[in-house]
C-alpha cells in the first residue's frame, strides 16, 4: 500500500480527508453500539424459569416470612434511632460504646421487666 504523505497535501484534500474519516468512524461506532446494546439485551432476558426458581425453594414452597423485630436498643439524644440487636451496630452506639458506655445503658425496658423502669 502506497504511503500517504499528508504534510505534502493540500488544506482541502486533508479536510475531506478528515470528514471521509469522521463519517465512517462515526458509522463504524453506531454499528458497534447498535451490536453491543442487542447484545446486552440478549444477557438482560430474564428466564421465567428462573425467577421462579428464586421465589421458592427446590420443594416448591415459597419462602417464610420473618415477623418485624422490635428494637432492643435506643439512642437516648434521638430516641426514634433504635436497632434490634440484629446485624451492623448504628454509627450511634459504636460511638457511644468507644465512649466509654455500655451496651446496656441504651436497653429499652420492656413491659414484663418491671426491674428496669421505663
Known amino acids: 500500500m502506497d504511503e500517504l504523505n499528508l504534510e505534502s497535501m493540500e488544506f482541502d484534500e486533508l ?3 478528515h470528514e471521509r474519516l469522521t463519517r ?6 453506531a454499528a458497534e453500539k447498535l ?3 442487542k447484545r446486552l439485551a440478549q444477557l438482560n432476558q430474564t428466564d421465567p424459569a ?4 428464586r ?10 416470612k420473618y415477623p418485624k423485630v422490635l428494637p432492643k436498643y435506643f439512642n437516648p439524644i434521638s430516641p426514634t434511632e433504635t436497632w434490634s440487636g440484629r446485624g451492623k451496630q448504628p454509627r450511634w452506639l ?5 465512649s466509654g458506655q455500655s451496651l446496656d ?5 420492656s413491659p414484663n ?3 428496669k423502669p421505663k
Open 105 to 109: 445503658s441504651f436497653k429499652i425496658a
Open 94 to 98: 459504636v460511638a457511644a460504646l468507644k
Open 55 to 64: 421465589t421458592t425453594k427446590t420443594d416448591g414452597t415459597a419462602r417464610r
Open 15 to 17: 479536510w475531506l480527508m
Open 50 to 53: 428462573s425467577l421462579l426458581k
Open 24 to 29: 465512517i468512524l462515526s458509522d463504524r461506532i
Open 35 to 37: 451490536k453491543l446494546e
Open 113 to 115: 421487666d418491671p426491674s
